[in-house]
Structure formats: structure tokens, C-alpha cells
């Protein structure tokens, strides 16, 4: 089956692993801009960064026939630095026409700090002023559901936002329905580890429905699968849900999200 994985980090894989995605059957990804294993130390940096992430990854999966996307930010481990942060938030606006570009992302909170609280709120102005998408992370284990509750509130405090053109990843069983009752779509990550199991994602799937949700495999530095969403297809059909629900998770929610975006030119095979 077909698939889009929605929030991948490729720049800590390497190009056999675009191969291996491909042959389990992901043509498109979207990657959000992250940490670098370690704090960077100019608006330089983040400057090569985003060219690493309009030129060259598009090639790099381009070798395998998959369409790779992107969301350009400082994120939330790197925003307690206010100054750095708002240097990189001045050099964002002259990616955003770059044809692989849908949005800001993975903007967020990391350790729920007033200082984080201000980047993200400057993050999202930039989106609006640019009609761009957003693409948010939650906090880990005991600060998530404190962080999403504190991110919901800050985009409900701003009546530009469009909450059906933003996408709060990272949710588990305690915060996926704040996320959909407020009118956001909610992202599962697939970890090994921590956040969501394939299992445990398929439960909430079971509980929740499919409505304005999606998987994602996040792929990063720390332990993870980028084969997570392969996974949880055949955790689905195992429980012997038809592929027309499985194909809406996996490959028509994320396709029908990522179409708002202006920049997102992608025609689905027939």
C-alpha cells in the first residue's frame, strides 16, 4: 500500500534508508526542521540547515521516487535562546517560496517555559502573516499534557488562526481528544520507545476513528523506525480492518492536509 509518512527527519538517515521506504511503498514525506543532536550556535547555522532542507533532501529522495516536503523553524529545545530565535524566525520568510516548503514547523513546546511560551507565539504570527500551515510538537512523557493544554490555549488566543491548516503532532491516549475537540488535526508518532506503539496507536485509531488524523514516524536521532508506519499498516490488517480505513490514516488524511498548503504539488497515482 501506498503511504505518506507526514513528519520524518531524513537528515539523520541515511539514503539507503529513502530506499527502503520506497520499496515499502511511502511516496511522499513532509520533514520538519529540529534539533541537531546539538544546540546550534547562529542564525548561520540555521541557514545552511534550511538549504539542506529545500535543495538537497528533495534530491536525495527524489533518487527513489519519493516527493519529499518541509516546515522551517527554530524549534522548541533550541528557543530558550530568544535572541538566536529571533534571528532565525527574520531568515524564514525568504524559504518559504521554495517549491517544497508547506509550512512552519515542528514549532512547540519542549520544557513548557515562558521563554519557549514567546518563540511559539512569534512562530505562529509568522505563519499567519504568510497564510502558512503549522506543524507543532508536544512536550515528552509527564510535561505533554500540561504543554498541549498550554499550546491549544495559545492558538485559541488568536482568532487569525485557522485550526484546520494546523497539525499538533505527538499525541498519545491523554491528549488526542483535546487536540480533535478543539478542531486541530493530531498526529501519532510511532516510537519504539516512548510516545505511541503501532498496538497503541491502532487502539486509539479503534477508539477515536480516523477523523483528522495521521501516523508518522518521526525517524530522528533517538531510537526510532522509519518503517514505524509499514508497521502499523500490518498491525491494522492483522486486526482485520478493510484497507479503505487504513489507506484514509495513512495516505488520504495527510494528502488532504498537506493540499492546503499552496506549495504542495503532488498527483496521486491512479
Known sequence: MEYIDPHIHMVSRTTDDYETLAKMGCVAMSEPAFWAGFDRGSAECFRDYFRQ?????????AQFGIRHYTWLCINAKEAENVGLSREVIALIPEFLDHPNVLGIGEIGLNKNTPNE???????????VRHRQQMLIHTPHLEDKYQGTRMIVDMLAGDSRVERGRVLIDHVEEHTIRLVRESGFWAGMTLYPVTKCTPQRAVDMIEMFGPERLMVNSAGDWGPSK???VPDLIFEMRRRGHPESLIR?????????FFAQSANFRFTPRA
Not at 484514509?248 to 488532504?256: G, I
Open 117 to 127: 511560551s514567546t518563540i511559539f507565539l512569534e512562530h505562529v504570527d509568522l505563519a
Open 226 to 228: 522509519p518503517t514505524a
Open 248 to 256: 484514509r490514516v495513512v495516505y488520504e488524511n495527510p494528502l488532504a
Open 53 to 61: 532542507l529545500t535543495e538537497f533532501e528533495p534530491k536525495r529522495a
